[in-house]
């Protein structure tokens, strides 16, 4: 099972909700990462997991706030969250390092309203 | 830092011609090169990797990419395209001062014209 697997797909919120995105793999990758992606744009890293905890946070507003569970699921929880938010979210994992490929998932396209 | 250059933003090319895609890195230690295919409305996924060894990688859907060490180069090939391979590329790098972070290129749009 070489698939990462996010929900929902889409999500509309208001800047005054809390929304959760979620994202699971079971290929027993030990590193997982959040980027936001806007309309032609790369993706931008967010926050990466290493081994179930926090390895890098690239500067990211405290309206988005990353949780680990375990080593299968990661999850970025929204509040407050203002129209530029309003992107693509797109989860990923690797093996353990950043010499391994990444694994994407499908994405959740975030609008704020 | 590493970063990465990909030196065109939109390569419009007419179905079974050939295509490269240019990509140029910049890092002070040795890196770990990655082209990612993203299809409208998807995620990322994997074309080829460059770790070590032979400089000519082989990936999926036919493409192909050679590492130039001397010109700091990864540039992306496939001698005849097809409409499905419309699609946003991007050029991807890491190296271990980088921590698990991986740099993206800018993007190249593939329009393949029929």
Known sequence: ??????????????????KSLKCEQHMGHRAMYWYKQKAKKPPELMFVYSYEKLSINESVPSRFSPECPNSSLLNLHLHALQPEDSALYLCASSEGSPFYEQYFGPGTRLTVT | AQSVTQLDSQVPVFEEA?????????????????????????????????????????????????????????????????????????????????????????????????
Not at chain 2, 41 to 61: C, D, P
Not at chain 2, 76 to 83: A, E, F, G, W
């Open chain 1, 1 to 18: 099972d070489t698939e990462v697997t996010q929900t929902p797909k889409h999500l509309v919120m208001g800047m005054t909700n809390k």
């Open chain 2, 18 to 114: 050939p295509v490269e895609l240019r990509c140029n890195y910049s890092s002070s230690v040795s890196v770990y090169l990655f082209w990612y295919v993203q299809y409208p409305n998807q995620g990322l996924q994997l074309l080829l990797k460059y770790l070590s060894g032979s400089t000519l990688v082989k990936g999926i859907n036919g493409f192909e990419a050679e590492f130039n060490k001397s010109q700091t180069s990864f540039h992306l090939r496939k001698p005849s395209v097809h409409i499905s391979d419309t699609a946003e590329y991007f050029c991807a790098v890491s190296d271990y001062t980088g921590g698990f972070k991986t740099i993206f290129g800018a993007g190249t749009r593939l329009f393949v014209k029929a």
